[in-house]
């Protein structure tokens, strides 16, 4: 049990290192700092974790995993805006809400948060467009009660957006997809 | 605080030569167009290494994709003369020629080659432009390049663009590859490629550099490459999005746009990358920030009032002033090199199409016959607007002139084209 326990922690901690490294988000480049902020991040990650083991030990209970779960609104993981708005419609509060909720029972997990465009219009302006929606939902997220260190932003523009003729198709592409972690 | 550490690498992938060729295909035509007979210049026989058909070719096709001029056929005419004392000029006011260029190519000792032409006025029977080059023999397209430049020049009153350099980014079987080629699409080289999007390229004022925006790391990130050496530094690479990099007119900094945590503002930079500081301080979008040619002012896109303008601010910062004002999103501002017209997207009815301002009278005029653009940029020579748009499904590149009268595809062989920058530096 012990042991296993361990294990948790060290996995937990090899995620949060590996996430840190995905998403770089340092002023400065060099990889030695790095590094070194991994280390510290690490250490954190850790500590946390050891005092919401609780948590982690529900998520891997016989429920099965919510996240993943078909019925559970945790599934769904995108949400869809207006052209050029950035705006959370209120008929996906709920879905915000409910990863909210989420985070805040699991201090430990972690999402990425993805803005994305339709492919109309400027690259450039879309790639701004997108970080936007995706802060949209940060800060709906955070009034909620999740901390800053489980979210990041990013922002694809529209360099994954479909190839697209009609609005049916454009408003699929614009959304905001939450990925967590462990996705 | 914004120490930006640069780290060099050395890229192998330079240089490939890219398997896709742009040709372009010319819809329309100027008004007036000046009717100009090329005569094939005279070469030795059996030499393998002059191109001399290639040469006229190439000054041809160049004067024919611009537009403005009429290209006679002159496989007919009774003389075809390579030296002025051969010219019969009642030949060429028959076909009503109102130019005639011929010319002559040579071996010289040391695998060098000769290159000799005149331009002719048919009408007052007078030569207007004599000129030699002693070249290379890879040289000899780019010397056909500006022997046509200097032909346009002179009969038309402006500067050439043949022997200038585009780029552009290619997609292909789901690789990004950021080219630069000749301004008709030949010679297209692979600058950097990647799985990850790579866009916004820009020149330095030079044209030894390219800044570009990468994802290579999941993330936009800026880079500035040398186009000699391959070297390539990060320019930026702070929290959030690093984009839209834009040369200053010296070439000692670039505008960019960072978000840090939220809005996307803009910021300006050392070319090294140190001395950052932001400019732009609103609560909305801002990005695409481009130099005025005298680099005292910054124009770039906002939706601070609601929709994306473009608006235009003194270029340490300050108070920025609104500039497009018809229709509702107006993005991606390009400023001619003499400051006098302004090129950006504007959404219309019809889509999304290139627009030009007048910038001293407001006056807005729609160009493109397409509806899928983006990216436009001026020539050198303020003539024609370069942009990428989508034909059949696939990217494209196309430009059109300010007039809207000349329209041209540059058509690719493989890849989804997009992201186009013209450079303003002669080969």
Redesign the interface.
């Known amino acids: 049990m012990k042991k296993s326990l361990l294990m948790s922690v060290l996995l937990a901690a090899t995620l949060a290192a590996c996430s840190n490294n ?10 030695v700092d790095s590094n070194a902020s991994t280390q510290a991040q690490s250490n954190a990650a850790s500590s946390a974790n050891d005092g919401a083991s609780t948590a982690g030990a529900n998520q891997d209970g016989a429920s099965g995993n919510p996240l993943k779960d078909p019925n559970n609104i945790l599934s769904k993981r995108s949400i869809y805006f207006d052209f ?1 708005k950035d705006q959370v419609k209120a008929e996906y509060l709920p879905l915000v809400e409910a990863h909210a909720k989420y985070l805040v029972a699991n201090p430990n997990a972690k999402v990425v948060l993805q803005g994305n465009a339709d ?7 879309n ?3 997108g ?2 929606r995706s ?1 949209a939902v940060k800060k709906a997220v955070n009034l909620l009660g999740a901390q800053d260190k489980q979210i990041e ?5 529209e ?1 994954k957006a479909g ?1 697209c ?1 009609d609005e049916a198709c454009y408003q699929k592409d614009r959304r905001v997809d939450i990925v967590y972690d462990n996705d | ?7 060099f690498i050395f890229l192998l992938l330079l240089p490939i030569v890219g398997r896709a060729e742009l040709t372009v295909e010319v819809v329309g035509g100027a008004a007036q167009q000046i009717p100009i007979a090329i005569v094939p210049f005279a070469a030795p026989n059996g030499n393998p290494a002059i191109q001399q058909d290639n040469i006229t070719n190439v000054i041809g096709a160049d004067l024919r994709m611009s537009g403005l001029f009429r290209v006679l056929e002159t496989r007919g005419v009774a003389t075809q003369p390579h030296m002025i004392s051969e010219v019969k000029y009642n030949d060429w006011t028959a076909i009503q020629a109102q130019a005639l260029t011929i010319g002559t190519v040579e071996a010289l000792p040391g695998n060098r080659i000769k290159v000799s032409f005149r331009l002719l006025d048919v009408l007052k029977q007078n030569q207007l432009l004599a000129m030699e080059f002693n070249i290379t023999q890879a040289q000899q397209r780019a010397t056909a390049h500006r022997i046509a430049d200097m032909i346009y020049e002179k009969l038309t009153g402006e500067k050439g663009v043949f022997a200038t350099r585009i780029t552009y980014v290619n997609k292909e079987n789901g690789r990004y590859s950021l080219q630069v080629a000749d301004a008709d699409g030949f010679n297209a080289q692979t600058v950097v490629s990647s799985k990850e ?1 790579l ?2 390229p820009s020149w330095s004022p030079d044209g030894t550099k390219l800044a570009y925006v990468s ?1 290579e ?5 800026i880079f500035v490459q040398s186009l000699v050496s391959g070297q390539r530094i ?1 320019l930026a ?5 690093n ?2 990099p834009a040369w200053s007119p010296d070439g000692t900094k670039l505008a960019i ?1 960072l ?1 840090y ?4 503002q803009i910021y300006v930079i050392n070319a090294d990358g140190t001395g950052l500081q932001q400019v732009s301080f609103s609560n909305g ?1 801002d ?2 920030p481009e130099w005025s040619p005298d680099g005292s002012s910054i124009y770039f ?1 906002s ?1 601070r009032g609601g ?2 303008q473009i608006y235009r601010m003194p270029a340490s910062g300050g108070d920025a002033k609104r500039i497009t004002f018809e229709g509702s ?1 107006n ?2 501002p390009h400023v001619s090199t003499d400051g006098k017209l302004l090129t950006f ?1 504007k ?1 219309t009815p019809a889509g ?1 199409k290139v627009a030009v301002q007048d910038l001293a009278t407001g006056q807005v005029q729609t160009l493109s016959d397409t509806s ?1 653009d ?2 436009p940029s001026f020539a050198p020579n303020g003539r024609m607007i370069l942009y990428a748009t989508s034909v059949g ?1 696939k990217g494209s590149l196309a430009a059109v002139s300010v007039d809207g009268r000349v329209k041209q595809r540059l058509k690719d062989s493989g890849g989804d084209v ?2 186009p920058s013209w450079g303003s530096v002669m080969n």
């Open positions: 995905a998403v770089k988000d340092k002023p400065a480049a060099p990889v050029d492919n109309r219009g400027s690259r450039e302006y790639l701004s467009l970080q936007r802060v932003t990013v922002s694809y523009g360099e190839d003729k | 605080m914004f120490k930006n550490r640069l780290f999007p866009i916004s994802f790391k999941k993330k936009p990130i990060v690479n702070f929290k959030g999005n984009s839209a746009v978000t945590s939220a809005n996307s979008i990005t695409e896109t939706n929709g994306p999103y993005v991606s997207i959404q999304f899928q983006e990216s499904g997009r992201e």
